[in-house]
């Protein structure tokens, strides 16, 4: 009788290793920017020379390397990365710490309740120090200081939190992500002022954290519980004809690419565009060569294996996953798209100030471009510069940059980006991206700003 052995989560990331130093094309495009395809090359090239088995210890601290910066060329291969960090929280559980830094809207809620007793008790050094180690936060890691009122309040005293019943041409429901809710309210408040600035009436729905931490950390059950919830409230938004709209690129990032992964082939989606049974069909991008609507054709018979839907999400609806992801759009992309007509003064806090504008990971990969630039250049001029090239990252990944075992690589994986900021001396730097915003108030001289509170 043969014994079958059952999967493991070392079998999932050994694909990974094996098919990655097949290619070889990562070990030298992202060696400088990047944790994960170093090691991963480094255990390789050891196993070759020298026979030595990389070992499970090992290989889990190499996927552990992985902030789904979505950089490499690969997106099954880094969903596969994923799906072993997964595999192996089922088998070895989540740190306590972790599990509670994860869930940022609840972190938010509790702090931002009494928000002067959470500062006061995170900046002391006695008690600072004993919550960072409770929580596994190391000790280097400046932590943000909470706001007297989150936007969640300030939007309900404005009525934002009511679904509006407006003739407005425009009429948007603002995701606007746990850290700009609980850590960064005035970057939200300077949103909803730019929308409405451009004619567009603003509805705040109920929401939660979109999954990515959860996601990120490899907690499949509650990155779905996320999603699934902001899924039904966005879907909701959409049948009562709102455009969705983020002033977050990681949320936007979650909901537009990670969550309609694998969607376009599941049965559900097949069957409702009127797929024939021996076809798969996947609908062209705008930027198809012929420049035409309509559906790419793959035989069942040969793809039928290779294009399916079975990651993380796989368990959600495939229509409802690929409705929001062809809805939501970047605040800066959106009111690009539909024409700015704003009619406000600009902030005259900076008018003459140098800044930088560093377009952040996740938003490079909506494939949008910069709107933002071009939106700051059109108020100030060339005043504007950019951080130029694909492969940048700040290393701060969310909740990951804060965690004991991660603050070195987060610093070394930024290294870079910071060097090349430091080369432009501005008096500001200019992102949309949160973390990114934790991470350069951390390690350099600037002031950060988000592009709506220039605009």
């Known amino acids: 009788m043969v014994k079958i052995l059952s999967h493991t989560p070392e079998d999932t990331a050994r694909g990974v290793i094996d098919r990655c130093a097949d290619c070889d094309v990562c070990r030298h495009l992202m060696d400088i920017n990047c944790l994960l395809f170093p090691e991963l090359f480094r255990l390789f090239d050891r196993e070759k020379e020298t026979g030595r088995v990389i070992e499970r210890d090992e290989i889990k ?6 902030n789904f910066c979505a950089l490499c060329p690969c997106p099954n291969i880094r969903s596969e990365i994923m799906r072993a960090k ?35 008790l995170l900046g002391s050094a006695f008690t600072g120090k004993t919550i960072k180690r409770a929580l596994g936060i190391h000790p280097e890691r400046k932590l943000p200081k909470f706001p007297r009122q989150s936007f969640q309040a300030w939007a309900e005293n404005r009525g934002l939190d009511k679904r509006p019943r407006t003739r407005e041409p425009r009429k948007v429901a ?3 992500g746990c850290t700009a809710s609980y850590l960064y309210p005035q970057v939200a408040k300077a949103a909803v002022a730019f929308l409405e600035a451009s004619g567009i009436s603003v509805w705040f729905p109920p929401q939660q954290c979109c999954g990515m931490p959860a996601y990120l950390e490899g907690d499949k059950k509650r990155a779905l519980k996320f999603a699934q919830a902001g899924l ?19 949320c936007g ?10 969607a376009y082939y599941a049965k559900e989606y097949q069957t409702a565009i009127g797929a024939a049974p021996d076809l798969i069909l996947t ?20 793809y039928g294996k290779i294009l399916v839907d079975d990651g993380v999400f796989a368990d959600i609806s495939a229509l409802k996953r690929v409705k929001v992801a062809e809805h939501i759009f970047d605040i800066g992309e959106y009111v690009v798209r539909i024409g700015n007509n704003a009619k406000h003064p600009v902030n005259t806090d900076h008018i003459g100030s140098k800044m930088v504008y560093f377009p952040p990971c996740h938003q490079r990969e909506l494939n949008m471009g910069k709107p933002y630039l071009k939106l700051l250049r059109d108020l100030y001029g060339e005043n504007v510069s950019s951080i130029d090239g694909d492969l940048y990252c700040c290393g701060m990944a969310g909740i990951m940059g804060f965690k004991q075992d991660f603050h070195a690589s987060s610093r070394n994986l930024g290294k870079n980006l910071l060097a090349a900021i430091g080369q432009t001396a501005p008096d500001l730097i200019v992102t949309d991206c949160l973390s990114c915003r934790l991470q350069f108030e951390q390690f350099t001289p600037y002031a950060v700003k988000h592009p709506v509170e220039l605009l």
């Open 61 to 66: 601290k190499m996927i552990d390397l992985c």
């Open 86 to 120: 997964a595999e192996f929280v089922d088998q070895d559980g989540l740190k306590k710490g972790v599990r509670l830094l994860e869930d940022v809207a609840l972190v938010g809620k509790i702090c931002g309740t009494f928000p002067g007793m959470a500062n006061a």
């Open 174 to 176: 603002y995701f606007v």
């Open 232 to 250: 039904e409230q966005l879907c909701d938004a959409l049948d009562d004809g709102f455009d969705i709209v983020t002033s977050c690129p990681t």
């Open 253 to 262: 990032f979650m909901f537009r690419n990670l969550l309609k992964s694998g």
């Open 283 to 302: 609908p062209k991008s705008e930027n198809s060569v012929d420049g035409k609507p309509g559906f790419f054709k793959h035989k069942k018979a040969i």
